[in-house]
T-cell receptor, first 114, second 115 residues
Framework: AQSVSQHNHHVILSEAASLELGCNYS??????LFWYVQYPGQHLQLLLK??????LVKGIKGFEAEFIKSKFSFNLRKPSVQWSDTAEYFC????????????FGTGTKLQVIP | DVKVTQSSRYLVKRTGEKVFLECVQD?????MFWYRQDPGLGLRLIYF???????EKGDIPEGYSVSREKKERFSLILESASTNQTSMYLC??????????????FGDGTRLSIL
């Protein structure tokens, strides 16, 4: 069965610091990859997604992620975080061409200190 | 914009009660999902549905059942609530059955406490 690993459970950064959150998945086939964000008190929303093509994808609010197939990774990055980026971030995987069953990682809580 | 509405934000029930959590989406999505979210465990899929009257078990279906009598509504049922079912429950929907490339749209969640 596929699984998704997010090794950083809790990350604390100062404003303007650079961010990289790790995501690794364990499936050898073709996958579609997502990052979702959950701001305090709000519902999960899509941050960005990768289906095919350019492995560097850009999402909302200055976030980007790079798909590295050889490393089974889809790390999330942002050059300079803001206090408003404080949230929980979830990586997710769907098998390409299959049904819509998603496997989520355990999430990373990001706290940005002003 | 897709709207996924969960009937309650907070719910308190007693052990042994039968509990219904309701979810409605307004965008004619084929797929609907129920997750529970627990600290350190992320989102775990309980059940999902690809069509009316159709359901599939997720990763943790024990103690739960679901109902989908209409396309827009997906109900989660705790047959006999237990304290280990205290959690945040999230409903989600996505557009179509196949393709693997449909983002999910989430409701605000129901925080359920079983006493």
């Amino acid at each position: 069965a596929q699984s998704v690993s997010q090794h950083n459970h809790h990350v604390i950064l100062s404003e303007a610091a650079s961010l990289e959150l790790g995501c690794n998945y364990s499936y050898g086939g073709t996958v579609n990859l997502f990052w979702y964000v959950q701001y305090p008190g709000q519902h999960l929303q899509l941050l960005l997604k990768y289906f095919s093509g350019d492995p560097l994808v850009k999402g909302i609010k200055g976030f980007e992620a790079e798909f590295i197939k050889s490393k089974f990774s889809f790390n999330l990055r942002k050059p300079s975080v803001q206090w408003s980026d404080t949230a929980e971030y979830f990586c997710a995987v769907i098998l390409s061409g299959g049904y819509q069953k998603v496997t989520f990682g355990t999430g990373t809580k990001l706290q940005v200190i002003p | 914009d897709v709207k996924v509405t969960q009937s309650s934000r907070y719910l308190v029930k007693r052990t042994g009660e039968k509990v219904f959590l309701e979810c409605v989406q307004d965008m004619d999505h084929e797929n609907m999902f129920w997750y529970r979210q627990d600290p350190g465990l992320g989102l775990r899929l309980i059940y999902f549905s690809y069509d009316v009257k159709m359901k599939e078990k997720g990763d943790i279906p024990e103690g739960y059942s679901v109902s989908r009598e209409k396309k827009e509504r997906f109900s989660l049922i705790l047959e006999s609530a237990s304290t280990n079912q205290t959690s945040m429950y999230l409903c989600a929907s996505s557009l179509s059955r196949r393709g693997g490339n449909q983002p999910q749209h989430f409701g605000d969640g129901t925080r359920l406490s079983i006493l």
